[in-house]
C-alpha cells in the first residue's frame, strides 16, 4: 500500500518535472525565434547607418551567416550544458554574467518574499477576526493602496522618506543587510496586500463552514479557531499564491526595483544590455529568468502535496 | 486580491436561458441600487469618469500652460504648499515645465495604451477561449497549452526580449501587455463556455440547426458579457501599472512625449532637491489604479452577494 | 424508549428562555428573517421538538441559543436568557458554549475538523473548555467515546474523521458535545443522511444519555417521526415562526394549524432534510416575496382576508397548546 503511494508520487514527480522542462524548451524557442528569424544579433548591435560590410562581417564573426537550423540546434545543445553564447557587448560567456548576478536578484526576492509573508498572514488574519470591523476595512484599505501604487513608484518614495529625509538607510546599492530592506519592501507591500486579502478571504470562508461553527459552538474563542482550526485549512492555498507572488517578482517587480535601487542583479543587467544593443546577453538574462518562474511553479506544486494530501496526483 | 482570480463570480448570465434584454434592465437597475449602497464602487467611478474625462479634454483646458513648455529660471520650483506659487501648482520640472499640465498630458498616454491594450487581449482572449470551450478536442488542448506557456512566461520578460529586438515604442508596448493578459481571458471565456455548454438552450438551437459560429455569437457571448467586463476591468489595473513600468523603463514612448511612467524615469534623478516631479506622477498612477481597483472590487462584489444571497437562503435548516 | 407523555412540567426548573427573538439576514431584496419572534423555553430534564421544513430557521434558532450568528446575520431583537443570564451578552455565551449548552449538528462528516483525529479534537476541548489536564484528559477520552457505544476507544482515538462510518463519526460529535457536562443539549437534525437502522441506535443514544445523564435536549428536525419516538413536547416551525406548540401526543392526535395537519400526513424524505407536504400546494418557501400576513396563508386552504393583514400571534387554546392561526378558536385573539 505505501509502496504504490510511494510509486505514484515519484511518477506523478516525474510527470511534472518533464512538464516543466518541456515548459522551459518551448519558451526559449520562441525566444531563439524573436531574437534570430525576425532580426539578428548582429543587426541589433549595428547602429543603423552601418554598411552592408559591416554588417556581414559582424554576421561572420557571431556565426549568424549560417542556415537558422544550424544556429537553432548550436542554441539549443548550448542551453542544455548551460551555454547561453557570448555577450557581445561585455565580450564574456553570457550565462557567466548572468549567473554572477543570480544571487543578489536571489536575495532581492528573498526579502521580499520574507516582507510578504510576515505582513500577509498575520494582517489576513487579523481581518478574519475582525469581519466587517474597523481592523478589517482597515486591512482591505492597505491592500487596496499597495496593489494600486506602482513598485517602482513605493521604491521612489521609501527612498525620499527613509533615505533622503531620514538617512537611516543607505539611498542605492547593495550593501550588507540594511540596503535589502527598503527594496523588499517596495517589492513586497504590493502582494502582500494580495496575500492578506486572500487569506481573509480564506479564513472568512472556513470560518462559515460547519467543523468551525462546531468549533466556535464548543466555546473556543474566534481567534483560537481561526488559528489552530482553519489557518492549516487555508495553508495550501496561501503557499500556492505565495508561489504566484514569487513568480510576479521574479518577472515583473524585480526588474524595476533593481533599477530604482541601483541593485546589482539579473533585472538590472538585462536593462543594461538592452541600453548596449546586447540581445545575447538579453535573451540569456530572460532565459535564466523564465526557468526560474517554471522551478517556482514547480516547487509550489510539490509544497501543495506536502501540506494537503489531498490534493489529487493528476 | 484582485488580479489572477481564475475563481470568477459566476456570469449573471449563466442561469440565462435566452430574454436577454430583460435580463439586462433588471441587472442594470440591481447594478444601480447596489452602488447607491456602495461607497467604494461610487469613488472608483468617480475616479475613473474624472481620469477619463481629463485625459479626453486636457489639451482644451483653458487655464493650463504649454506641458512642453521650458523655462529654465523656473525650473524645480516647488508645489504650492512648499514655497511654490498658483502658475505651478505642483511645481515644475527640472526644466522648468509645469507638472500639472504634463501629468493630464501624459494620462492620454497612459490610460490610451492601457485600454487600447485590454480591449485587444479582452477581443482575442475571449474568442480563443469561445473556440476552446466550444469546440473542444486538440484545438482545446492546444490553447490551453499556449495559455499555460503565457503564464511562464509573463509579459515583462516578453517585452524585454522584444525591446532588444526591436526597439522601442508605443505599439510594442500596447503589443506586450495584450499577450500577457490574453490568457485570463481564454481561462475564464472557456471554462463559462463549459459551463453553459450543456444548458438547455445551446442544446436546443444545435437542434434547431443553427451553425456553431451561430451559437458562439449569439448564444454563448452574450452570456459572458458581465463576467467579462468585470475581468476587464480588473485587467485594465494591472495593465495600467504595466503600461507605467514599461515607460518608467524607456521603453514605451520617447521625450518629448510624455507619460506618468517616464516623468517618474525623468524625475527620479532629482528626487534630493525636486521630491515633487516624482511623487506627483506616480500619485496619479496609484490613484487611477485605485479608481479601476475599487470599480472591479464593486463590480466583484455585487457578483458575490448575488452567490451569497444564495447559500443563506439555500442553507440546509437555516 | 418512548418518552412522549410523561409530563414533568410541574416540577421542573426552566433553563432556557426565549423571548421575541428575531434574527435578520440582509439580501438585496431587504432583510429576511431567519428566526421571527420567536418564544420557547426549554425545563431541566425535558426532550422538546422543533420541527420544521428545510430554511424554516431551525438551524438559526439553535445557534442563536448558543449567542452565535452566521455572518451576515444579526441578532435583531428578542433575548436568550440561560439560568436568568442573557447568553446574547458575550461574556455569558463565553461562558456557557459547549459547557452549559452543546449542540449536536447535520452531516459529522464535515462537522468534525477533517485535519485532526478524534484524539486531539477530545483533548483540545477537556483541556481548553474542561479544564482537565495530564492524564486525565486521556481517561476521560476514553470513559466519552465508551459512554457514546465506540468499541475500542484506544485506537479511535488515533482516527480521522474519514476513517469513521457515518455512525461512528456521530457518535464522536456527541462524545464531543458531552465533554463537559452540559446540561442542555441541542440536536440539529442528528440523524439526517444515516442509514434508518443507524437512526434508530443514535436517536435510542441520545435517549439513553438524556435519561442517565439527566440533560434536557432540544430536538430540531424535519422528522416527525424522529419527534414522536424521542421527545415529550414539540414546536411546529414554519418560516422562522412558531405556528403550534403542544404535548406530542396531542399533536399527533389532533394538530391545529393546517401546517401541522400538512406535516402529519407527508412523508418525510430520509435522505434529506425536506418534507414533501402531501395535500398542500405551493412552494416550500419564498423568501423573497414575504408574505405581509401569516407566512402559510400562500398555501393555506382555509386563507381569508385576515390572514394577509398582520401574522397571528401565538394564542392558547387549551391546557398546554398553543396555537398561531385565524382559524382556530381562541387563535385570532391577542
Redesign the interface.
Known amino acids: 500500500m505505501a509502496r504504490t503511494k510511494g510509486s505514484a508520487l515519484l511518477r506523478w514527480l516525474a510527470r511534472r518535472i518533464i512538464a516543466a522542462a518541456l515548459v522551459v524548451f518551448v519558451v526559449t524557442s520562441l525566444v531563439f525565434v524573436v531574437t534570430h528569424v525576425f532580426t539578428d544579433p548582429a543587426t541589433v548591435s549595428l547602429p543603423l547607418e552601418a554598411t552592408e560590410e559591416h554588417r556581414a562581417q559582424r554576421r561572420a564573426a557571431l556565426g549568424i551567416d549560417r542556415p537558422l537550423s544550424v544556429q537553432y540546434w548550436d542554441f539549443v545543445s548550448g542551453l542544455v550544458v548551460g551555454d547561453l553564447g557570448e555577450s557581445f557587448w561585455q565580450d564574456q560567456p553570457a550565462s557567466k554574467l548572468v549567473l554572477e548576478r543570480l544571487p543578489a536578484t536571489l536575495k532581492l526576492v528573498a526579502g521580499a518574499t520574507l516582507v510578504t509573508v510576515l505582513l500577509a498572514a498575520p494582517l489576513g488574519m487579523l481581518a478574519a477576526w475582525w469581519e466587517r470591523r474597523f481592523a478589517d476595512h482597515a486591512v482591505l484599505g492597505f491592500s487596496m493602496v499597495s496593489i494600486s501604487a506602482p513598485p517602482f513608484w513605493i521604491g521612489y518614495l521609501l527612498i525620499i522618506v527613509f533615505a533622503v529625509q531620514l538617512g537611516w538607510v543607505p539611498t542605492f546599492g547593495s550593501s550588507g543587510f540594511v540596503s535589502l530592506i527598503l527594496p523588499s519592501f517596495a517589492i513586497g507591500l504590493a502582494s502582500a496586500g494580495r496575500l492578506a486579502q486572500m487569506t481573509r478571504r480564506g479564513i472568512v470562508e472556513e470560518l462559515r463552514k460547519p467543523y468551525a461553527v462546531t468549533a466556535l459552538s464548543r466555546g473556543f474563542s474566534r481567534s483560537y479557531t481561526i488559528v489552530n482550526h482553519t489557518f492549516r485549512n487555508v495553508a495550501s492555498g496561501f503557499v500556492t499564491m505565495t508561489g504566484w507572488e514569487l513568480t510576479r517578482m521574479f518577472t515583473g517587480y524585480t526588474v524595476v526595483i533593481e533599477v530604482v535601487f541601483a541593485w546589482p542583479g539579473v533585472g538590472r543587467l538585462a536593462i543594461h544590455a538592452i541600453e548596449n544593443r546586447d540581445l545575447v546577453l538579453v535573451q540569456a538574462a530572460v532565459v535564466v529568468l523564465a526557468t526560474l518562474v517554471v522551478v517556482t511553479n514547480l516547487l509550489v506544486d510539490i509544497a501543495r502535496r506536502m501540506i494537503d494530501p489531498r490534493v489529487e496526483l493528476g | 486580491m484582485t488580479a489572477v482570480d481564475d475563481g470568477l463570480p459566476p456570469s449573471e448570465g449563466t442561469n440565462g436561458a435566452g430574454a436577454a434584454s430583460g435580463e439586462n434592465a433588471t441587472v442594470m437597475s440591481d447594478l444601480r441600487s447596489h452602488l447607491r449602497k456602495s461607497k467604494a464602487g461610487i469613488a472608483g467611478i468617480a475616479i475613473c469618469s474624472l481620469f477619463a474625462l481629463v485625459a479626453i479634454i486636457g489639451p482644451w483646458l483653458p487655464f493650463l500652460p504649454d506641458p512642453s513648455k521650458q523655462s529654465l529660471p523656473d525650473k524645480l520650483t516647488p508645489p504650492v504648499g512648499w514655497g511654490g506659487a498658483w502658475d505651478h501648482p505642483l511645481g515644475t520640472d527640472q526644466l522648468g515645465r509645469d507638472i500639472l499640465a504634463r501629468l493630464i498630458d501624459g494620462a492620454r498616454i497612459s490610460l490610451l495604451v492601457s485600454v487600447v491594450a485590454v480591449i485587444i487581449a479582452a477581443i482575442l482572449g475571449t474568442a480563443l477561449g469561445l473556440v476552446a470551450g466550444y469546440i473542444g478536442g486538440r484545438i482545446d488542448t492546444l490553447i490551453i497549452s499556449a495559455a499555460d506557456v503565457q503564464m511562464a512566461f509573463p509579459g515583462v520578460l516578453a517585452g524585454l526580449i522584444l525591446v532588444a529586438a526591436f526597439g522601442p515604442s508605443v505599439w510594442l508596448v500596447i503589443i506586450v501587455i495584450a499577450i500577457s493578459s490574453w490568457m485570463v481571458f481564454t481561462r475564464v471565456g472557456r471554462g463559462l463556455v463549459f459551463t453553459l455548454k450543456s444548458s438547455l438552450f445551446v442544446e436546443a438551437s444545435e437542434l434547431a440547426g443553427a451553425s456553431s459560429r451561430r451559437v458562439m455569437w449569439r448564444h454563448l457571448l452574450p452570456n459572458l458579457v458581465s463576467s467579462l467586463i468585470t475581468l476587464s476591468v480588473l485587467e485594465l489595473a494591472a495593465a495600467i501599472l504595466s503600461e507605467s513600468a514599461f515607460a518608467f523603463l524607456g521603453f514605451g514612448v520617447q521625450p518629448p512625449r510624455s507619460s506618468w511612467g517616464l516623468m517618474i524615469q525623468q524625475g527620479r534623478n532629482y528626487i534630493t532637491d525636486g521630491w515633487w516631479i516624482v511623487t506627483f506622477a506616480g500619485l496619479a498612477i496609484a490613484i487611477v489604479v485605485l479608481g479601476v481597483n475599487l470599480l472591479s472590487l464593486w463590480l466583484q462584489s455585487f457578483n458575490d452577494i448575488a452567490e451569497r444571497e444564495q447559500i443563506i437562503l439555500e442553507r440546509p435548516g437555516g | 424508549m418512548n418518552g412522549a407523555g410523561t409530563s414533568t412540567d410541574t416540577r421542573t426548573e426552566r433553563l432556557l428562555e426565549i423571548k421575541d427573538l428575531t434574527v435578520g ?1 440582509p ?2 431584496d431587504g432583510i ?1 428573517r ?1 428566526v421571527d419572534s420567536l418564544n420557547l423555553n426549554v425545563g431541566s430534564h425535558e426532550r422538546l421538538g422543533v420541527v420544521g421544513e ?7 434558532m439553535g ?1 442563536a441559543i ?1 449567542g ?1 450568528v ?4 444579526r441578532i435583531m431583537g428578542g433575548t436568550v436568557l440561560w439560568r436568568g443570564e442573557n447568553v446574547l451578552d458575550e461574556a455569558v455565551a ?6 452549559e449548552i ?2 449536536i ?3 459529522p462528516m ?7 483525529t478524534v484524539g486531539a479534537q477530545l483533548r ?2 477537556l483541556k ?2 474542561a479544564g482537565l489536564d495530564g492524564a486525565d484528559i486521556r481517561r476521560r477520552s476514553l470513559e466519552l467515546l465508551d459512554m457514546v457505544g465506540i468499541a475500542n476507544p484506544h485506537d479511535r482515538l488515533k482516527s480521522y474523521a474519514f476513517e469513521l462510518s457515518g455512525g461512528m463519526r456521530q457518535r464522536v ?1 456527541i462524545a ?2 458531552l ?2 457536562e452540559p446540561t442542555l443539549l441541542i440536536a ?2 442528528p440523524t439526517t443522511g444515516l442509514d434508518v437502522t443507524i437512526q434508530d441506535q443514535i436517536l435510542t443514544l441520545l435517549h439513553d444519555l438524556s435519561t442517565d445523564l439527566g440533560v434536557s435536549v432540544l430536538m ?1 428536525t ?1 422528522d416527525l417521526g424522529v419527534v414522536a419516538q424521542f421527545c415529550d413536547r414539540v414546536q411546529v416551525m414554519y418560516a422562522g415562526r412558531i405556528v403550534e406548540r403542544a404535548p406530542i401526543t396531542d399533536l399527533f392526535a389532533d394538530p391545529q394549524h393546517p401546517y401541522s395537519s400538512g406535516l402529519l400526513q407527508s412523508v418525510p424524505r430520509v435522505d ?2 425536506e418534507i414533501e407536504l402531501a395535500g398542500i400546494p405551493g412552494e416550500p418557501l419564498d ?2 416575496n414575504f408574505p405581509a400576513g401569516c407566512a402559510f396563508e400562500p398555501r393555506c386552504a382555509e386563507a381569508h382576508d385576515a390572514c394577509r393583514q398582520a401574522p397571528p400571534p401565538l394564542a392558547k387554546i387549551a391546557e398546554r397548546r398553543w396555537v398561531a392561526c385565524y382559524n382556530r378558536p381562541g387563535g385570532s385573539q391577542t
Open positions: 439576514f439580501t438585496r429576511v431567519g428545510s430554511g424554516s430557521g431551525k438551524t438559526v445557534l448558543l452565535m452566521l455572518p451576515p446575520g463565553n461562558r456557557v458554549r459547549g459547557r452543546a449542540m449538528f447535520q452531516d464535515v462537522s468534525l475538523n477533517p485535519l485532526k483540545e476541548l481548553r473548555r460529535m464531543t458535545a465533554a463537559c440539529d437534525e430540531i424535519h434529506r432534510a423568501r423573497a
